[in-house]
């Protein structure tokens, strides 16, 4: 995966053994992340450029600077499965991941997590049809979609998980 930062100053990739930061203007490595026990799934910017959160076998936002973590990494085993995509809230005071996936051991779903502390801050949202893969936020930030492993995208409220939309392609 690859990402530029929000004002195309830097881009950021992943691989499985590790991401790394270059600079656009110069092409030099600004400086690699190790993924370790977090993989290497998916990757994003938060609207205002400070932090990049890699999802994996649990996520991680880093300062997008430093590549320093935000907050202590939680230990191997914390998370239940993988987390395959993450997103920002338009503000950047969330993220979403998705958890879950083909030969996983617990059910599919989102999890809104606070980017200050990552503290799970909306009940889990379970998905009944298919696996969720890429996630978005609405501009507003009030609802997320989904698009869904059996062809269709599906639309939640954020702040309490509650369905709003299903199948809607």
């Known amino acids: 995966k690859v990402r530029f930062s929000p004002d195309g100053t830097n881009v950021a990739a992943i691989a499985p053994d590790g991401g790394a930061v270059w600079s656009v203007a110069t092409g030099t490595q600004v400086g690699p992340f190790p993924t370790g ?3 290497s799934f998916d990757l994003s910017f938060s609207p205002d450029g400070r932090w990049l959160g890699v999802a994996g076998n649990g996520s991680v936002l880093l300062d997008a600077h430093s590549l320093q973590p935000r907050y202590p990494r939680p230990p191997s085993g914390t998370f239940r499965d993988r987390e395959q995509d993450i997103t920002f809230s338009p503000d950047g005071a969330r993220f979403a991941v998705t958890t879950g996936g083909a030969g996983q051991t617990n059910s599919s779903g989102i ?3 606070d980017s200050t502390n990552a503290a799970v801050v909306t009940p ?3 998905v009944a049809s298919g696996d969720p893969g890429r996630l978005a936020y609405s501009p507003d930030g009030r609802s997320i979609a989904a698009t869904l492993t059996d062809g269709t995208v599906s639309e939640w409220d954020a ?6 939309h299903d199948a809607l392609v």
């Open 111 to 113: 999890v809104v997590r």
């Open 37 to 39: 026990d977090v993989g």
């Open 124 to 126: 889990s949202i379970p």
């Open 159 to 164: 702040a309490s998980g509650a369905l709003l």
